[in-house]
């Protein structure tokens, strides 16, 4: 298995380029399903997760062309409508082939999800809103059975979540573009990435209004053509540099990212102390003043996002003064705290909350990744720490981050993988 050793105490100095979304990619893959003409991607991030993607579209019949950076999917040949257990397993977005596959070809079979490192994750809001659509759902063996009767299409409906969904926001949008009539969706994600999945859906013909805000209407079509889509900037993994290098005491400018999509984030920075420039795609930051906490609270977009929480915590052990941070979106999402206190972070919890205390430096020591932003945080810390880190388990950090010991290298951290 591999793993990561950082020398901490180097600042992060330079210039680094920021990837494609993750979290847009994703669902942008997935729409693939959607047409029998060609999905042309470019900005593509090489990250685990979109080669698990492929593997899984390909299962299906999608006959996928890669280049660097660029993905040309083409779905004439489906022949299996269905998602497997050990996909949906080791990478919940699996569930986005749901809606375009029951939209285009009236069933599909999805593996339910079950448990994941922070939290149970349930599906619930994409089913009920399927039904809502006219889908007959029942749940065989472990997976979720889609069906629309006598071979129909699925009906326009209007569709309020209970709970705020990205995924579920995005697999409605997708089956809806098909559907017979007007579909609206109510209470629905404002995510940048539900954005960028509608505005790929309309450059191939689809008729969606509102996506950006909590009311989504798409009107269904007949069919959707080919198109071609360049994928958004990495919101997350702009937010994880500009966290590292305010953590090292450094200076960097990040390029093809949009300072927009980062309100909350780069608020936060500038609360602990950072100078912040934002240019056209461009965002700098150096830290010339002593940290300090913040407190936080994790929320649905705009508000602070839940994937950046391990990392500003990791900021906020290292920050003069103590630090309130609330999780309000997976019920657990703190397992990087026991790591961080292996490092000598004064962490205390109580349910849903974090206190942290600030002190004034970490202790490098072999820790473990346990999940995505988890593993991000922990580089964080081991760039901070004196001495060395070993993070082990790096798989999660492939499945979000391309290639970051590169781009951290890059910017003269000293860190390596180690096999
Ligand atoms: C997406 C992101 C993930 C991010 C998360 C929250 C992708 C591929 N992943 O995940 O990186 O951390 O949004 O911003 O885009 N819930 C239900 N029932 C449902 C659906 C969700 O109860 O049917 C709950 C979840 O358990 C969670 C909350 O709603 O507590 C938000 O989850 P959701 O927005 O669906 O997260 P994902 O779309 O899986």
Redesign the pocket.
């Known amino acids: 298995m591999q793993k990561l050793a950082i020398q901490g105490g180097n600042s992060l100095r330079g210039d680094v380029r920021i990837s494609g979304a993750?979290?847009a990619a994703?669902?942008i893959m997935c729409a693939s399903l959607l047409s029998a003409d060609t999905l042309h991607l470019s900005n593509v991030p090489d990250l685990h997760d979109v080669v698990t993607m492929r593997k899984l579209l390909v299962q299906m019949g999608v006959n996928i062309v890669v280049r660097e950076g660029e993905l040309s999917l083409h779905g004439a040949q489906i022949d299996k409508l269905e998602a497997p257990y050990d996909m949906v397993k080791t990478m919940?977005?699996s569930v986005?082939v749901l809606g375009p596959l029951i939209a285009r070809f009236g069933e599909a079979r999805v593996s339910l999800p079950g448990g994941c490192a922070i939290?149970?994750?349930?599906?619930?809001?994409?089913?009920k809103g399927l039904q809502a659509m006219g889908a007959i759902i029942s749940i065989e063996h472990g997976y979720i059975h889609a069906q629309v009767p006598q071979g129909g299409k699925l009906k326009g409906a209007r569709i309020f979540f209970d709970?705020?969904?990205?995924?579920?926001t995005?697999n409605l949008m997708m089956a809806a573009t098909l559907a017979k009539g007007s579909t609206v969706l109510e209470n629905a994600?404002r995510?940048p990435?539900v954005v960028d999945l509608a505005h790929c859906l309309i450059a191939m013909g689809a008729k969606i209004a509102g996506a950006g805000s909590d009311t989504i209407t798409i009107t269904g079509v007949e069919k959707l053509h080919g198109a071609s889509h360049r994928i958004m900037p990495d919101r997350?993994e702009s937010g994880t540099f500009l966290v590292a290098a305010a953590a090292t005491q450094g200076n960097i400018v990040l390029h093809d990212t949009r300072a927009d999509i980062l309100d909350t984030i780069l608020e936060k920075l500038i609360e602990a102390g950072a100078h912040i420039r934002v240019g056209k795609d461009e965002i700098a930051l150096s830290m010339q003043v002593a940290l300090k906490s913040v407190n936080l609270r994790t929320a649905?977009?705009p508000a602070f996002?839940?994937?950046m929480q391990a990392q500003f915590m990791t900021l906020n052990t290292i920050a003069e003064g103590s630090a309130m941070m609330v999780e309000t979106?997976?019920?657990n999402r703190f397992m990087h705290v026991q790591e961080l206190r292996r490092l000598g972070a004064q962490i205390d919890i109580e349910g849903n909350t974090a206190l942290v205390r600030g002190t004034p430096k970490l202790e490098g020591a072999t820790v473990m990744a346990t999940d995505l932003r988890a593993s991000a945080s922990l580089v964080i810390a081991g760039l901070v720490a004196e001495g060395e880190t070993i993070i082990d388990r790096i798989y999660h950090l492939d499945r979000g981050y391309e290639r970051i010991e590169a781009k951290l290298s890059q910017l003269g951290a000293n860190i390596r993988r180690i096999k």
């Open positions: 993750k979290n994703l669902p919940r977005a986005l939290g149970s994750r349930p599906v619930d809001q994409h089913i709970i705020v969904s990205v995924t579920g995005e994600a995510e990435e997350i649905p977009y996002p839940t994937d979106i997976f019920e």
